[in-house]
């Protein structure tokens, strides 16, 4: 009898002891498997990823995808597999498979296994395309709000600058970190603001509360900014930022906010920085442009010499050289005739100030009535 009980302890412990070192190997698998894991870390540690990289810097578009394709069987985590779809989806988009790129980008911020960052950065993505393709603005809005939670978040206003604020607010929600959101609508409400108060439709107290929201907004960038730069995944954002920045510091100066300081040092932060790229450059040239008209009236800079040379010789290259006319801003503004995103009159302002802009506009569709 005795024999028989110690011989069922030996095999209870050893049952006990099996299971015991299964549930740790399992731990130490799923501590491997959700391991967060950077863009250098997977570059270093997938080859078919960073071919993939390299064919996407190098623009071959079609083999990027399928290069990372074959690398999501190497990889097995979600953070992992959320980088490669994210690269994936970009690709598409560059090889003009907008529909398939908004899926997969609407897939990526729907999976809760996928790290906050990635997804909020897949639908901060999507958003931006509404505005770099605006001959297709209303097919990209419609595949945009076609599911949920998408068609609830944006409600019953379908425009596309709802659209766009209201996804923009989804992506910060998704990961409160996501500094592109942060200036795009800083940007956003102090310009919104700033309509109000110029028409003297908005109380001292509403004035100051809006302005306080917008500072959140603002304060403490510089060093997610100097982090930003280091990270080479996430340059493409880095124009937009300190543009988005800038305009912001200067519509809320407009209003009397002075926290920041004079926003031309933004501007001029903004301008050098954007000069590596014509995209990036033609987008800070107009909106730079576009903010000088918007905060002076056309009597004030008909009347002030040095205001008005500085809007037209900052507007000028983007329509007078080759080099920018084919960039995204440059076929927004002229697709803009339509007013499909929403800034029209933000044009209509400049032309009536630079005959030349104006000319150039007209040469590419636009109405002498338009004006």
Not at 101 to 118: D, E, R, V
Request: no cysteine; hydrophobic share 35%; net charge neutral.
């Amino acid at each position: 009898m005795i024999k028989t009980i110690i011989t069922l302890i030996i095999v209870l412990l050893l049952v006990f002891l099996v299971y015991f070192f299964y549930l740790l190997s399992n731990k130490k698998n799923t501590l491997n498997t959700n391991k967060n894991t950077t863009f250098d870390e997977l570059i270093q540690n997938n080859n078919l990823f960073k071919d993939g990289n390299d064919a996407l810097k190098s623009h071959n578009y079609k083999d990027a995808v399928d290069l990372f394709n074959k690398s999501r069987d190497i990889s097995k985590n979600p953070d992992e597999l959320a980088q490669i779809d994210y690269k994936i989806a970009l690709s598409q988009e560059f090889l003009l498979n907008k529909t398939d790129s908004i899926t997969l980008f609407k897939k990526i911020a729907n999976n809760l296994s996928y790290p906050a960052k990635t997804r909020s950065y897949s639908v901060l993505h999507m958003t931006r395309m509404l505005s770099d393709y605006p001959d297709e603005t209303k097919d990209i809005k419609g595949i945009l709000i076609s599911t949920e939670p998408y068609n609830s978040i944006i409600g019953l206003d379908k425009s596309s600058p709802n659209v766009r604020e209201k996804l923009y607010a989804y992506s910060l929600q998704i990961w409160p970190e996501l500094l592109p959101a942060k200036t795009f609508l800083a940007d956003l409400y102090s310009l919104n603001l700033f309509l109000r108060y110029n028409k003297k439709e908005i109380s001292s107290e509403d004035l100051k509360n809006e302005q306080l929201k917008i500072e959140k907004l603002l304060d403490n960038l510089d060093t997610p900014i100097t982090d930003f730069e280091k990270l080479e995944d996430e340059k493409l954002f880095l124009g937009n930022i300190y543009t988005e920045r800038a305009l912001a510091i200067g519509y809320i100066y407009a209003t009397g906010d002075k926290k920041y300081g004079d926003p031309k040092p933004y501007f001029q932060k903004a301008l050098d920085y954007s000069t590596l790229s014509k995209e990036g450059e033609a987008r800070t040239r107009y909106l730079y442009a576009a903010y000088l008209s918007t905060t002076n009236s056309k009597e004030t800079i008909l009347g002030n010499a040095s205001l008005k040379n500085e809007i037209l010789e900052t507007l000028k290259p983007i329509y007078s050289n080759e080099s920018y006319t084919g960039t995204i801003r440059v076929r927004s503004i002229i697709a803009e005739k339509n007013n499909l995103v929403g800034y029209k009159n933000s044009i209509i302002r400049l032309a009536n100030i630079d005959d030349n802009f104006k000319k150039f506009l007209i040469s590419n569709g636009w109405r002498t009535s338009d004006f």
